[in-house]
């Protein structure tokens, strides 16, 4: 399972980075590389964030040539995939992306 981000050099020589599956995970940087460095700390952030919310957690989408990605383990996309299964039968989970 891979999440793509993308790294947006802004005019004033910071660089944004943002998650596009995940609404409102993005954090400004000074650098590419320490954007890069931080791309995964933002991912489990708004993870976390959304498992504490008992928000859906999106499957990843494909972005055509997007070369930044971050590879999720399989054990990670299992606890996604039952997280959004719990929520569903309780009937409690909220989609904030729609």
Not at 3 to 16: G, S, T
């Amino acid at each position: 399972m891979q999440f793509f981000y993308v790294i947006r050099k802004l005019n004033d020589a910071r660089y944004e980075l943002r998650f596009p599956d995940f609404v409102g995970a993005k954090e400004i940087f000074t650098s590419e590389e320490e954007a890069r460095k931080e791309a995964m700390s933002i991912f489990l952030e708004a993870v976390q964030e959304r498992f504490e919310n008992r928000q859906r957690i999106p499957m990843p989408s494909q972005i055509p040539d997007c070369r930044n990605s971050l590879n999720v383990p399989g054990t990670f996309r299992e606890l996604i995939i039952q997280h959004n299964s719990s929520m569903e039968s309780l009937g409690e989970i909220q989609d904030v992306n729609e």
